[in-house]
């Protein structure tokens, strides 16, 4: 039994097989990813933006679009439009905003191959009164820490992993075979 484990032929087959499944996540980079964003994750801006823009590393497909959601998850109207001058570009306008609180844009990407790419991100909105303090007392700077980007993509470390496990391997794979 213990013989089957130094066969180079199966050390082989499990690392082929381990790089082809921690592999596939790596392959959905060439996606569209959201680059930039105004406001920002995480930001906190005085008063309403007037516009949400949102720029993508690809350009956007027809069906592209995003929605804005308050802290109850209830739909604020904006409208979504692709920039005709950039088509990496997607600007909400018309956003009706009228009070303090944590906001979350949520977007629908259809990638240059086809594929839907989403992703979400929030920030903060303040109203300043006469006095200078923002709307109710409330910190925005502490909501806004509980509300920073929830778009998921995969850290760069991942490729990095990717790189040793195909250095090590081999060598590995070699010390096995001569005990």
Not at 93 to 108: A, K, M, N
Request: charged residues 15%; negative net charge; hydrophobic residues 45%.
């Amino acid at each position: 039994m213990k013989q089957i484990f130094c066969k180079p032929i199966f050390l082989w087959g499990i690392l082929l097989g381990l790089c082809y499944y921690f592999g596939q996540p790596y392959v959905t980079l060439a996606h569209a990813e959201l680059l930039d964003s105004n406001p920002a994750p995480g930001e906190v801006v005085q008063g309403p933006p007037e516009e949400i823009r949102l720029e993508f590393n690809e350009a956007v497909s027809p069906g592209s679009t995003f929605a804005i959601y308050d802290k109850d998850f209830r739909t604020i109207p904006v409208i979504v439009q692709t920039d005709s001058q950039n088509s990496q570009l997607m600007i909400g306008r018309d956003v009706e905003i009228s009070e303090p609180g944590i906001y979350t844009v949520q977007w629908l990407v259809i990638s240059d191959d086809g594929h839907p790419i989403d992703g979400a991100f929030s920030f903060a909105v303040a109203f300043d009164n006469e006095t200078g303090s923002d709307d109710g007392g409330n910190n925005h700077m502490e909501l806004i820490a509980a509300a920073e980007s929830t778009a998921v993509n995969l850290p760069g470390w991942f490729a990095w992993m990717m790189v040793a496990i195909a250095i090590i391997a081999p060598i590995l794979v070699r010390n096995m075979t001569r005990n």
